[in-house]
Structures are given as structure tokens and as C-alpha cells.
């Protein structure tokens, strides 16, 4: 009876970020539980009524070129078509751990995970239903500088799919219950965070690295959960989910059909002057943590200046994380998977007290991270050091790397984005992140002929440029044998 009372009169209260424009529920308490009857569908060997099979496609289709509208209240809409039948649908905000201040430290973290769960609408029981009874898939992400909100289906949906996913993002009304689940399911996440070294690291290096929002960790520190409530996520999407700075984007939908569809329902949102983005300052530094292990997991990392608002750099980048490679000491990926990498080549085929070696990039729009990982037993793991430092420096002086290397480099790089693409999610996520960023999504064509045009100079040049930043290290397990930082920077910077 208490659970029932209380429902009632979390339903009963007043939204806070509702819109009139979404469409209400009906059936009052039970259709916000459950919903309407669910929709019945033939058996699976019986053609679905008013459904036409369309025709063959020719041997070559067109690419589509993405469109992009803009609101008068600042919020864009986004998107490309697609040859399939099926879309997918994001709602991207430029709200992220970077925006979290002592305050709401951990508030993303905790959206990520409330998201999709009870709104002023339905209830998160008749949420899941209405998603799988069309056989739809939603997820939710964050990011030290987005939210990303997505849905997934049969394009004929896009209807519901769009207005479940406005709401979803629009109405929460975080029940006090929920709210505490999902508290204790960060708690475990926490505490299997152990389980990840290079996940570990990674954050590591960002707390090291930066002093300022890029610092912010991206999962929620133990303290913050101890006081992250319903009243601070409120006042949290109050403050950051405004018009001008979200993006609805799609793939596989006509562009005239998304605007129509979804500018009733986002119309309406506050169209607040966008902010600066908070200020983050690269400094380097030193973490290392002694653990129960019987590796020992080490990174060496530096600043890549200017981040995606330096295109060249940025893509520069891409490339040499290509050129470096690298990956585990036995990998199951089979031939070509990394295999002649330089770090492979060089050191996983002669140092087999290596388990993994990899060169890695987190570009963000006006800063990024580039080093390399390494787990190694811990008694050569002062060599390992050695030999990461000396394959940076290696990279950072002309002549060393061969046009071979690059070239097959560019391949990689290009490949990897062509491939990934093929994924209406990712197509959908780099709609909206493009235009979130540049205000538009660059063809992929401009993104293939930067890459092309990358020559061995540009390598070096860019390589000498980020091991001239501040270095930050961060070792974790048995890190007896971890050389000091000062004596790792000296190699660097020794004049």
C-alpha cells in the first residue's frame, strides 16, 4: 500500500522538465503504469499488412548528405537517409561530467543510468513494453562532454520512437526508488572497477593531466553517491539541457519528416544563451596506486593541443595511432589485426614479458590525450617504461618512420572509419556529434582526402609537438618498479 501511495503521488505531482506539448497519457494512474493493450502481430511467417517489399537497389546508390534545421529557439535537428529499413534516433546534449561542479559531482553518471526509466507520461514498466513491442533497442551514454540519448527500430516507428525519446529526455520524474536503485548498481560498478586496469588508468591520466573540468572523473566518485538525489539531477538538467545547446539526429530518416514530427515537441524548450565551455588546463602529473596484482598496468601520456578544433592535428593523430598500433601480447583477432604496427613489430614479437602494448587517443574539442598502455610483468616493468618513451621519441623524429608505414596507416585509419559508419548508431552518434561541434557534418569524403593528404613531416612534426607538453603518468597494480616521473619527463625534456 505504501509503494502504491507513494506512485500515486509521484504521478501526481508537478513536472519539472514537462512540455504541454508532448502528448499525455490516458487511463489516468494504470495507463501510466502499463500503457494501452499491446500491439498484436502476426506470426512471423504471414506478410505484415501494408507493408510493400520495395525494389531491388541498383549497383550503385548515392550517398546521402545530411540536412540540418535549425529552431528559433537554437536546438538543431539532423539527418541523413538510408537504403535500410530501419533508423536510429539521438538526442545529443553538450552536458557532461566536464559541466559537473562539486555540487553535482556524479550527476551524469547517474543520468546515464536513470535514463529511459519513469517520466510524467508512462511508467518505466509501460516504457519497456512500448519499446519492445516493436522490436526496439534505447541506450544512453555519457561522455566528459555529452549525453547521448538513443533509439533504435523499424524506421516505420520513427513516430513513436521520436516522441518516446523526447520524453525520456524531457519529463523524468526520478522516483525516489529508482533514483536509490540505480545507486546501488553504481556502487557495484565501483567495486568491479578493479576489473578494468586500462579503464582505471585512463581516468587516472585525466585527473593527473588536467586541472579544471576535463579532470572531472566520469564515474561517480564513492563520496558524491552519498549525495546524489533526485533534487540534484532536477536542478542539473534544468541548468544544462537547453534548446541551444541538444541536437536531434538521425539516421535512415527523411530529414522533412524528423523536423516535422519533432519540432512540436521541442519547440517549446528554453532557448538560454549557450555557455562558455568550462575551462580545463593541461599541467601533467603523476598517479600511482599499489594494488593486488600480479601486473603491473602503466601509461604514458600527453597533450594533444587544440583537440577537434585543430582538424589537422586531430586527424594527424588518428593516423599515428594507426602507425603505433599495437594491441595484447597473443591476439585472437587473426592476421592483419594490428600485425605490423610498429609496436608490434617492435616490441609485443621480442618482449613476451609484455602482455599488451597500444598506442591510444581521447580527442576532445579543445584538448585530447595520446600515449601508449602497458601491462607487463612487474619486474620489467621499468624497461617497459623505457621502451614506450623511446617509441614516442622514435615517432617524433623525422626519418624513422618509412612512407610504407604511413601509407598502410592511412588505410587503417580510413578503414576503420568506413567500417564504423556502416552502423546506423555510430552514423547517428557522428551526425550529432559533428553538428553539436562544428555546426554542420562534414562528408566523409573532406575526412578521406585529410587523411590522404598527411605526409611523413606532418607525422613528426605532430609527434614533437605533444611529447613537448607536460607528460602524465599513471601505473597501477605492483608498481614497485615503476620509474619516477621526474626521471621518465627527463627523457623528454632534457634540455
Excluded at 76 to 81: G, M, N, P, R, Y
Excluded at 218 to 223: D, H, M, V, W
Amino acid at each position: 500500500h505504501f509503494l502504491f501511495f507513494l506512485c500515486l503521488q509521484q504521478h501526481g505531482s508537478s513536472r519539472f522538465a514537462s512540455t504541454s506539448v508532448v502528448k499525455q497519457s490516458s487511463g489516468g494512474l494504470f495507463g501510466w503504469l502499463l500503457g494501452g493493450k499491446p500491439t498484436q502481430f502476426p506470426t512471423l511467417d504471414v506478410p505484415l499488412p501494408g507493408i510493400t517489399i520495395p525494389p531491388p537497389l541498383p549497383d550503385f546508390v548515392e550517398p546521402a548528405k545530411a540536412k540540418v534545421t535549425s529552431l528559433p529557439n537554437g536546438l538543431k535537428i539532423a539527418s541523413e537517409t538510408s537504403t535500410v529499413p530501419a533508423a536510429t534516433v539521438g538526442l545529443y546534449i553538450d552536458c557532461g561530467s566536464m559541466y559537473e561542479t562539486p555540487g553535482s559531482s556524479g550527476a551524469s553518471h547517474l543520468l546515464e543510468r536513470m535514463s529511459f526509466k519513469s517520466t510524467t507520461n508512462r511508467s518505466h514498466l509501460r516504457l519497456v513494453r512500448e519499446v519492445e513491442s516493436i522490436g526496439g533497442n534505447v541506450s544512453a551514454i555519457a561522455t566528459r562532454e555529452q549525453m547521448c540519448y538513443t533509439y533504435d527500430a523499424f524506421r516505420a516507428y520513427v513516430p513513436d520512437m521520436v516522441e518516446v525519446l523526447i520524453d525520456s529526455v524531457r519529463n523524468p520524474t526520478f522516483l525516489d526508488w529508482e533514483v536509490k536503485e540505480q545507486l546501488e548498481e553504481i556502487k557495484a560498478e565501483i567495486a568491479e572497477f578493479s576489473a578494468n586496469p586500462q579503464g582505471l588508468l585512463l581516468e587516472a591520466l585525466h585527473s593527473a593531466g588536467y586541472t579544471g573540468a576535463l579532470a572531472n572523473p566520469l564515474i561517480a566518485p564513492e563520496p558524491a553517491i552519498h549525495k546524489l538525489d533526485s533534487s540534484i539531477l532536477k536542478e542539473f538538467i534544468a541548468e544544462n539541457y537547453t534548446a541551444p545547446r541538444m541536437v536531434l539526429a538521425a539516421s535512415g530518416v527523411e530529414h522533412d519528416v524528423l523536423v516535422s514530427i519533432a519540432e512540436p515537441l521541442l519547440s517549446d524548450l528554453p532557448a538560454v544563451k549557450r555557455p562558455e565551455e568550462p575551462k580545463s588546463v593541461y599541467v601533467g602529473g603523476d598517479y600511482r596506486c599499489q594494488a593486488d596484482c600480479q601486473n603491473t598496468h602503466v601509461a604514458l601520456a600527453f597533450e594533444v593541443p587544440g583537440g577537434w578544433y585543430e582538424e589537422k592535428t586531430a586527424i594527424t593523430v588518428t593516423v599515428l595511432q594507426k602507425l603505433m598500433g599495437g594491441g595484447d601480447w597473443f591476439c585472437t583477432g587473426g592476421v592483419g589485426k594490428g600485425l605490423y604496427s610498429r609496436l608490434s613489430l617492435r616490441i609485443l614479437s621480442h618482449y613476451h614479458q609484455i602482455e599488451s602494448f597500444s598506442a591510444f587517443n581521447h580527442i576532445y574539442n579543445y584538448s585530447g590525450l595520446f600515449g601508449i598502455l602497458a601491462t607487463t610483468s612487474p619486474d620489467f616493468a621499468s624497461k617497459a617504461v623505457d621502451l614506450a618513451a623511446g617509441e614516442l621519441l622514435e615517432v617524433a623524429t623525422p626519418g624513422n618512420v618509412t612512407q610504407g608505414q604511413l601509407d598502410r596507416a592511412k588505410q587503417a585509419a580510413k578503414c576503420k572509419v568506413l567500417m564504423d559508419l556502416e552502423s546506423r548508431a555510430v552514423a547517428c552518434e557522428d551526425i550529432g556529434r559533428q553538428v553539436m561541434t562544428y555546426g554542420e557534418r562534414k562528408p566523409i569524403e573532406k575526412f578521406l582526402n585529410d587523411v590522404e593528404a598527411i605526409t611523413l613531416n606532418d607525422i613528426s612534426s605532430t609527434a614533437k609537438n605533444i611529447i613537448s607538453t607536460p607528460l602524465t603518468m599513471a601505473s597501477w597494480g605492483d608498481v614497485t618498479n615503476v620509474p619516477t616521473y621526474e626521471s621518465v619527463s627527463r627523457k623528454f625534456h632534457s634540455k
